[in-house]
């Protein structure tokens, strides 16, 4: 029963939004995945985005990460409308994204993970810079508070929730606005869920904005400020976390509470 | 959370063994032979420095195929190269100057890279099955090439530059092998480019995610296999004075398990170079061995076979987790 342990002192909600999505939709073929979906996001608000199976979550963080281009409506980072032609190009705007499925390499050590696609390099015949990789590395994991052995540790030799850690942490070293988050607990046990969560919510500090996806409630109602429903890729609406309740949350995902008019 | 602190301790010891089998390998089958060949002439500087020159075209085709399975790919048509390449630079130094042939050499091996890569980057097919097909093919290309014939090589600069010649009295070979293999361990270990060939090969989808342009990474590991066994044909053409189909015909299976046993991961993300040049002359030396010892050729290849399969096995064994 931590929970007050990990809401925040302020939220700064009334600010300028980070991210900013218009009327956005995704067609795939015939299927409509995602239609007429807005969502505000800012810097330092943690938004937990929920709904069942096939809801649209993973797709709609897809777009805002450069995977899918929408098919319809505007995105606004930092109130400049873009259009990310991949991944990269979200990525260096500042957009980073904590897969379902992890994307470490797991041979490597976990210092060439937190850097991967983005060495640095020294001299001028560019050779790698081991040395600044492992103290940025050394760094941050002590910053974040991330249990590892060593960074110089194998990926493969480290635990589920170490592993998260580790991914949280690249996002978060290399994120200036906006850190998505797909089910980063869903395959974690009971400690090391908490550790993850812990990690989220110190986030909040760093004054960029997270999206989490998550099928536990508790966890949503644990980290978020506010609370984004879809359903059948319609979006049912948003609610502050403080204002609502599970029960509210569950109608809304399952069709009990129709959505509510724009 | 934390890591049972002793099952960590295990795998690391386990790992590094691994790491070792190769060194200790060479040691063991080394010392074997000094004992049971000191007789024989095995412990001869003569022969112990063949046995280094004879290894080099293998020790630079191990280079190129550590960035290949590095990459999580295979290239099974090098043997074929190293004929096409040699045959190349032997028929154009016929008429033409001695650097063209160099140049047919190592620009025959680069474009067969290049199509393996391109087929492999682009048309999305698996390396495994393009080049086993352009293993075949050039095969049948370095055939019909000069109709079975062999072509002799009588430039005496590129028979010294590649074969019997040697600069402050390191022979050529050596210092060829020397430099493959320090610059192949330094873009492998020090530059981006070889963690990105690493990356690729542990993981497609995270290198992809992370901005690696993993079709681009795989072109150019294929390439270099390409362009590394261009020049084993010109160290073959260049030491035995002429170029042949028959060339790197036997290789295939000593490269690979070279490369193997020297510690590089079947499927990516994992290597050595300096592992497959210990690889390399560890197969070497166990050619040199088993025909001092006086065995067959079939049962040659029988022995070879077996070692290769023990040390294949040991040197692939994953930790248990
Ligand atoms: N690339 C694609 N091509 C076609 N249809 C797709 C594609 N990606 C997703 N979909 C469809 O879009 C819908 C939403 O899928 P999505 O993965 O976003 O759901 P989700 O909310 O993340 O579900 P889960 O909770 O199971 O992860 C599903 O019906 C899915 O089949
Ligand atoms: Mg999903």
Redesign the interface.
């Given at each position: 029963m931590a929970e007050p342990a990990l809401k925040p002192a302020n939220t700064q909600a009334d600010s300028s939004p980070v991210l900013s999505l218009r009327g956005i939709q995704k067609n795939f073929g015939g299927v409509t995945a995602i239609e007429n979906f807005s969502l505000d996001l800012h810097a330092g608000e943690i938004v937990a985005l929920v709904g069942d199976n096939g809801a649209g979550k993973s797709t709609l963080v897809k777009i805002i990460s450069g995977v899918h281009p929408p098919s319809e409506g505007v995105m606004e980072l930092s109130g400049e409308a873009v259009r990310f032609a991949d991944?990269?190009v979200a990525?260096e705007r500042g957009i980073e994204?904590v897969?379902q499925?992890?994307?470490?390499?797991?041979?490597?050590p976990v210092y060439?993970n937190m850097f991967?696609?983005?060495?640095p390099?020294r001299g001028p015949l560019?050779?790698?810079d081991r040395r600044g990789m492992i103290e940025a590395t050394e760094k941050l994991v002590r910053e974040l508070d991330v249990?590892i052995?060593s960074v110089r540790a194998?990926i493969?030799?480290?635990?589920g929730?170490?592993r998260q850690g580790v991914a949280i942490a690249r996002a978060t070293h290399w994120a200036t606005k906006l850190i998505l988050l797909d089910e980063p607990t869903a395959a974690l046990g009971v400690?090391?869920t908490a550790?993850v969560e812990e990690l989220v919510a110190s986030l909040r500090a760093r004054n960029i904005a997270v999206l989490i996806i998550s099928h536990s409630l508790d966890q949503v109602f644990r980290l978020s400020d506010r609370i984004c429903v879809l359903r059948r890729g319609r979006q049912i609406g948003v609610r502050r976390t403080n204002d609502t309740d599970k029960n509210e949350i569950i109608g809304m995902i399952t069709g009990l509470i129709e959505s509510e008019p724009a | 959370?934390?890591?049972n602190t002793s099952t960590?301790g295990n795998?690391?010891r386990r790992?590094d063994l691994q790491q070792w089998v190769v060194y200790l390998g060479f040691l063991a089958i080394f010392l074997f032979f000094a004992i049971t060949l000191g007789d024989s002439g095995f412990l001869t500087v003569r022969n112990l420095s063949n046995i280094v020159l004879q290894t080099a075209p293998a020790t630079v085709m191990a280079v190129g195929l550590v960035f290949v399975l590095s990459a999580g790919e295979i290239d099974l048509s090098f043997g074929s190269t190293v004929a096409v390449a040699a045959l190349a630079a032997a028929v154009v130094m016929q008429s033409w100057p001695m650097p063209l042939g160099i140049l047919a050499g190592l620009g025959a091996g680069l474009l067969i890279g290049l199509i393996n890569g391109a087929l492999v980057a682009y048309l999305r097919l698996p390396s495994f099955l393009v080049t086993l097909a352009t293993m075949g093919l050039f095969a049948g290309i370095a055939r019909s090439m000069t109709n079975l014939r062999s072509v002799p090589v009588q430039n005496d600069l590129f028979t010294g530059i590649f074969g019997s010649g040697a600069l402050l009295s390191i022979p050529s070979l050596v210092l060829w092998t020397a430099g493959v293999i320090l610059i192949g361990h330094l873009v492998y270990?020090?530059?981006?480019f070889?963690?990105?060939v690493?990356?690729t090969g542990?993981?497609p989808?995270?290198?992809l995610?992370?901005?690696?342009k993993v079709a681009r990474i795989r072109l150019t590991v294929l390439a270099i296999s390409g362009l590394m066994a261009g020049l084993a044909g010109l160290l073959y053409a260049g030491r035995l004075q002429a170029a042949r189909y028959t060339l790197g015909e036997t290789d295939l299976m000593t490269v690979i398990a070279a490369v193997i046993v020297g510690g590089t991961?079947l499927n990516g993300?994992?290597g050595s170079i300096i592992g497959a040049l210990v690889g390399s002359l560890l197969m070497g030396m166990l050619n040199n061995g088993l025909i001092l010892m006086g065995l067959s050729v079939s049962d040659q290849m029988i022995v070879r076979g077996l070692i290769i399969l023990g040390a294949v096995a040991v040197s692939l064994r994953e930790p248990n987790?």
């Open positions: 991944a990269s990525r994204v897969y499925d992890l994307a470490l390499a797991d041979q490597q060439m991967l696609g983005r060495e390099v560019r050779v790698l249990r052995p194998t493969r030799n480290l635990s929730g170490q400690a090391e550790k | 959370m934390a890591m960590m795998l690391t790992f270990r020090q530059t981006r070889g963690a990105h690493i990356a542990d993981n989808r995270a290198a995610v992370s901005g690696i991961a993300g994992k987790r």
